[in-house]
């Protein structure tokens, strides 16, 4: 081989490198909120410049019509409620076998998600180290062309376990009143607050500290169809709501029913993801 066939043949090769470099994978987002797709958009794009955003989608209607027309993508970001239905019907229309990133701001959709394509259940507001853990999982499973990780069918099957009668979630605190022990009912709780300590407010207006150590701890043993984050102080019942005032910044201020009273604050960033919850 001479010297201008090496060099014709790294050329190629070079050549070919660039060319699957330029082949990016290409996603769309469905999600009928605007400023959570937009952001979601922008944390794919500054975090996987493989990642080709080729379409945000606002609604089932609009999707459907997508699919009509256009190939199946590489993959999905999809929010599980849209405005106009739940994004889950897509799969009874469409046979989409496409790795599918499931958002949304409540979980009691989680068992059926993983059942269509779901490879990760994002909560919103949406983490950026759990988004980056989730589009590794479609990279891998778009590049290695498998359906599912093991991991994820594993995770299929312990959601698909039957619970009994065990509630997945904590109905009732212990709570110190004059010295004793007394259980409170979860669904008899308005508030929890944070003030250096942790309160639980009831209905009825008892005010009782309660022994854990961060609010975290607290959210994750309530039924988030029932419980809100509304901020780092508050979780609320959405019962105890009586009234939401927008701001002009786009900030929502929540009212709680008498004999509370209490003033709640919500984000500008929350207030979307507050909306869809509080309207169900």
Same mark, same amino acid.
Request: hydrophobic residues 40%.
């Given at each position: 081989?001479?010297m ?8 190629n ?10 082949q990016?994978?290409?996603a769309?987002?469905i ?5 959570i ?7 794919? &794009? ?20 997508w699919?009509? =027309? ?26 989409l076998t496409?790795?599918?990133v499931?958002?949304t701001?409540?979980?009691? %959709?989680?068992v059926?998600a993983?059942k269509v394509?779901g ?7 949406v ?5 980056k853990?989730a589009?590794d ?14 991991d994820?069918k &594993?995770?299929?099957q312990?959601l698909s ?5 065990q509630s997945?979630y904590?109905e009732?605190?212990?709570v110190?009143?004059?010295? &004793? ?6 669904k008899?709780i308005a508030?929890?607050?944070k003030?250096?300590?942790? %309160? ?7 005010k009782h500290?309660?022994?854990?150590t961060t609010m975290?701890?607290i ?22 709501? &009586? =009234? ?6 786009q900030k ?5 029913k ?12 929350k ?9 169900r």
């Amino acid at each position: 081989m001479n010297m201008n066939d090496s060099s014709g043949a790294y050329e190629n090769f070079v050549r070919g490198i660039n060319y699957l470099k330029l082949q990016k994978m290409k996603a769309i987002i469905i999600e009928d909120e605007n400023l959570i797709a937009q952001e979601l958009q922008n944390k794919i &794009q500054n975090m996987s410049d493989d990642i080709d955003i080729i379409e945000v989608l606002p609604s089932l209607k609009t999707a459907r019509r997508w699919f009509m =027309s256009n190939a199946e993508p590489d993959m999905i970001f999809m929010d599980i409620q849209l405005s106009d239905g739940v994004s889950f019907e897509l799969f009874d229309a469409y046979q989409l076998t496409c790795p599918v990133v499931f958002t949304t701001a409540y979980d009691e %959709y989680a068992v059926r998600a993983f059942k269509v394509n779901g490879v990760d259940y994002l909560l919103k507001p949406v983490d950026d180290d759990e988004l980056k853990k989730a589009i590794d999982k479609c990279r891998n499973i778009v590049e290695s062309k498998s359906r599912f990780p093991s991991d994820i069918k &594993q995770l299929m099957q312990k959601l698909s376990q039957p619970q009994g009668s065990q509630s997945l979630y904590k109905e009732k605190f212990i709570v110190n009143f004059r010295h &004793q022990w007394i259980p409170v009912n979860a669904k008899d709780i308005a508030c929890f607050v944070k003030d250096n300590i942790h %309160y639980i407010y009831t209905f009825s207006g008892e005010k009782h500290i309660l022994d854990f150590t961060t609010m975290e701890e607290i959210e994750e043993l309530l039924d988030p169809k029932i419980f809100y984050r509304a901020n780092r102080q508050f979780i609320v019942n959405i019962d105890a709501i &009586q =009234s939401v005032m927008p701001h002009e910044n786009q900030k929502l201020s929540l009212t709680l029913k008498a004999p509370l009273k209490m003033e709640v604050d919500v984000s500008r960033e929350k207030a979307p993801v507050f909306k869809k919850w509080f309207d169900r």
